[in-house]
Structures are given as structure tokens and as C-alpha cells.
């Protein structure tokens, strides 16, 4: 295989991930040595801020960026970005659905890395029962078994629709079971509405407090639990309403580069933020130099912990 790089143009061959292909048809359990062989992260520590890439949005159906609605369909493109980014030192490691983290063990992406899964992604963007979010993705005991760090669930509260309670119970159960093995439940809430047969995240300063408020009570422990919150304005008084370790997520980018790295740093400084989530932004950047967009957003970050006398 070349070097990836796909539309970045350092490497198109149509093959480059056959090898893929094969392992999964003749080794199936390479996937499970491949994750027990793994080194692990050296560890997290508070005020060295964490980057993780999110690759998890293609099985929610979620596969647009921006004006291209089939942005992220292809898969050979999407892995060649992914060892792009996960080759800076600076990124810590990554969220991702169980095929693209099984993708990745493979192509031995991950050492040295944070690895966190996606629980939940039956809540199909445009599914008549979007809120309806049922855990398919990665269970507590998959991400043990495969030494993982932790695990993510979206957690859209729409006080308009019976099916919040039940996503609210299950998002509860999951961080009971993340905690018992130990295992980080990174929690990302939304208060969200269903406008013209599309739901929309409220990303008013209060919606995500209240967000923040609700989502944090889940579960009988909160110990293992962190935030991934939207960067919006007034971002000081979302992260007073928590002590929770929160990461920040990028979202469908929407204003210039510029004005996005502008508003990411502005909130990695305040307290209680412990690094970025961000996944489009930086996979798929608006001038397509993905290794640009990830030093850029690094740079960003405090990677170094201050050691007191």
C-alpha cells in the first residue's frame, strides 16, 4: 500500500485497502490480537488537553460535510484521512464506530492512542423515530475486551417526544456499566426540537446548560463520566455548570477555518476543558490540507502539565 492521502492526492490506488478485505475474510480474529497487541495512551492528566478525531458519524447515516452530501461515503478516503491525522503526535487518539475502530486496529493506527467507541447510533439522521436512540454500537464489555478507554453516546433530550425517557434510561444504564469496568462514558446532550421533519440541536447558551444539567444526573455514579459540549457563546457559563472533565466538539463546520480555531481557543482556555472531539472539521477541511487543519487545531491545545514546587 502507498501512503494515504486519497483525495489529498498522495495516493487513489483503488486497492490500497484490499489487504482489509482479505484479513476479514480469512482472519476475522486479527481484529481481537491486533487490539490485545496495542500500546496503550501513557495516561491522562488534568490540564494536558486531550485531541481526539471522531470518525463516527457514517453509521448514523450522518455522512455529509458542508454542501456535499455523500462527503464521508467513501470509506478507502475516510481511513486515508484518519492515518493522516492519527500520525501526528499530537493527536491523542479516537472516537469511532466499531467498523472504522476494527479498520484501524488492522492497519495498526492506533498505538499509543485513546481509544473511545460509539455506543449509540440508532438514532438515524432523518429516521421518522430519531430520538429513538438505541445503543447499536459498541457495548461496555466490547470496549473492555477490546482496551478501550471509554465509550460516547449522543444524548439529545427533545421534551417534545416520548422517546427521550427511554434514550435518557438507556444513556443511564450504559454509564452504570462503563462505570463498573472502569471505563470513561463521555456524554454529549443536546436539548433538541423537530422542525419541518428535521431534527435541530438548540445551541442557545441556556439549552446547553440545561443540556449539561440533565445529562450529567445520569447513571448512580457520575464518577467515570465526561462532557462533549458544543463551543457557543457565553462558553463560561456552560462550563460552570459542571466539574465534569468536557471535551469540546466541532460539528458541521459552517463559518471560515479561521473563525472555528478562533472560537475553539477561546474556550480550551477556561477551566474544566480537557481537549477537543472534533471530527468533519479536520477530516474534511474546506481547502483539503487535512494535515494542515490537524497542526493547526493542535496547536491550539496546552499539551504540557504544569509540575508544582
Not at 45 to 73: C, L, W
Request: glycine share 10%; proline share 5%.
Amino acid at each position: 500500500m502507498g501512503t494515504p492521502g486519497g483525495a489529498a492526492g498522495v495516493d487513489d490506488d483503488p486497492r490500497r485497502y484490499e489487504h482489509l478485505s482479505a484479513l476479514r475474510l480469512e482472519d476475522p480474529a486479527a481484529i481481537a490480537r491486533a487490539a490485545k497487541a496495542r500500546r496503550h495512551h501513557l495516561g491522562l492528566k488534568y490540564g494536558k488537553q486531550n485531541f481526539i478525531v471522531a470518525a463516527d458519524h457514517p453509521a448514523r447515516g450522518a455522512i455529509a460535510v458542508g454542501s456535499n452530501p455523500v462527503a464521508m461515503a467513501d470509506r478507502r478516503q475516510l481511513l486515508d484521512r484518519l492515518q493522516i491525522a492519527l500520525a501526528n503526535p499530537a493527536v491523542d487518539g479516537v472516537l469511532a464506530s466499531p467498523d472504522i475502530l476494527d479498520d484501524l486496529l488492522l492497519l495498526g493506527a492506533l498505538e499509543g492512542k485513546l481509544v473511545f467507541g460509539s455506543m449509540n447510533r440508532g438514532g438515524l439522521a432523518g429516521l421518522v423515530n430519531e430520538f429513538d436512540d438505541r445503543f447499536t454500537g459498541h457495548t461496555a464489555a466490547a470496549l473492555e475486551a477490546v482496551g478501550a478507554d471509554g465509550g460516547k453516546m449522543l444524548t439529545r433530550i427533545c421534551l417534545g417526544d416520548p422517546d427521550t425517557v427511554a434514550t435518557l434510561e438507556a444513556t443511564a444504564r450504559v454509564i452504570d456499566s462503563l462505570a463498573e469496568r472502569e471505563l470513561i462514558a463521555m456524554v454529549e446532550p443536546f436539548l433538541s426540537v423537530r422542525e419541518n421533519g428535521k431534527v435541530r440541536n438548540d445551541l442557545s447558551t441556556d439549552a446547553v446548560i440545561k443540556s449539561v444539567a440533565i445529562a450529567e444526573g445520569l447513571g448512580s455514579t457520575s464518577a467515570y463520566t465526561w462532557m462533549k459540549l458544543p463551543v457557543v457563546a457565553d462558553m463560561e457559563r456552560v462550563m460552570a455548570a459542571t466539574t465534569m472533565p468536557t471535551v469540546l466538539l466541532g460539528g458541521d463546520p459552517t463559518g471560515t477555518q479561521d473563525e472555528v480555531f478562533s472560537s475553539w481557543k477561546a474556550a480550551l482556555a477556561l477551566p474544566g476543558v480537557q481537549g477537543l472531539t472534533v471530527g468533519r472539521t479536520l477530516l474534511y477541511p474546506q481547502d483539503g490540507d487535512v494535515a494542515g487543519a490537524v497542526a493547526a487545531a493542535a496547536s491550539l491545545l496546552n499539551h504540557v502539565v504544569e509540575v508544582s514546587e
